[in-house]
């Protein structure tokens, strides 16, 4: 039996609630420690919820003995409490996205290096059998060679007092629902993707609620790529090829029962497909515990710099449009 990472949260977020910590609990790799809080009441309600330990400020967590942290917290506290948590030596696994910029993210990413500690952005969609599934289709040929690439993460507006409406918080459109698309080009067309327009409409506050962007392959094949708070629904990757086209539904957000569809068009027919349901929650979880027993420091470090790159390049060659 291989042994159990001890691991700590720190934040009490929705996602943390929802989904994270009950498969940190059902996962037979850790042993969740401890959740900490800057709110003694959030501690205190996660910890009866969960049945662990409670800690109140962030910093705390730190003395505890763990070997990993799960980070829910706002991109914009992801500088100070990564930095932080490497100090103390502990494997991050922290949610999308990884930092507000660039700049941040290669001085987060060569602290790690330094400290020998695994750290691990949480982008669960490519570890669903969905993925997998659309990587064979395309490999296999069955739309023959790609011709294009496009893929949305869309919603309805969100409560005025989320922290996505905060500039402060690291909040954004972009940061939050455009990483997904950018992050779902990649994995299909690899690395090399060069950016060549896009947009962004800010609110009064300063925050980014839509965005789009154009981007080129490495192989020459364009991308286009649509996100917002302020949309009707939309979650899809579609991809053109010379002899068909292949759309997938619910990309980024099939949960726990979720069983998505796919479907292929050629010119003989429409299939569309039902998948099965998955756990990319456990699956990714998994793979953060292989990188820390096996010691596979460096093995997220590119993906995780090629992601925060192209979502910098937007953050700074954007046109950016104001609205009311």
Known sequence: MREKINIGVMGCANIAKRSVIPTIISNQNFNLVAVASRSELKANEFASLFNVKPIVGYENLLNEE??????????????????????????????????????????????????????????MFPYHSQSK?????????????????????????????????????????????????????????GKGIKHLSSTMNVNNKGVDITGSAHFLSSQNIPIHLTWGFDNFYQCQIE??????????????????????????ETDNKIEQLSLNSDNHFNNILNSFYDEIIDKKFNEAIDEIKNQSFLQNEILTKSIINEVL
């Open 66 to 123: 763990i070997d990993a942290v799960y980070m829910p917290l706002p991109t914009g506290l992801h500088e100070e409490w990564i930095l932080n948590c490497l100090e103390k030596r502990k494997h991050i696994y922290v949610e999308k996205s990884f930092a507000p910029n660039y700049f941040v993210t290669k001085k987060i990413l060569d602290k790690a290096k330094q400290k020998k500690c695994v750290v691990k952005e949480n982008f």
């Open 133 to 189: 599934y659309l990587l064979n289709l395309i490999e296999n040929k069955t739309i023959g060679n790609i011709r294009s690439f496009r893929s949305s993460f869309c919603f309805p507006p969100l409560n005025n007092n989320n922290f996505r409406y905060s500039k402060e918080l690291g909040g954004g459109a972009l940061l939050d629902a455009g990483a997904y698309p950018i992050k779902a080009a990649q994995m299909v067309l």
């Open 239 to 264: 991809i053109l090829g010379t002899k068909g086209k292949v759309t997938t539904d619910r990309s980024f957000t099939a949960g726990l029962g979720v069983k998505p569809s796919i479907t292929i």
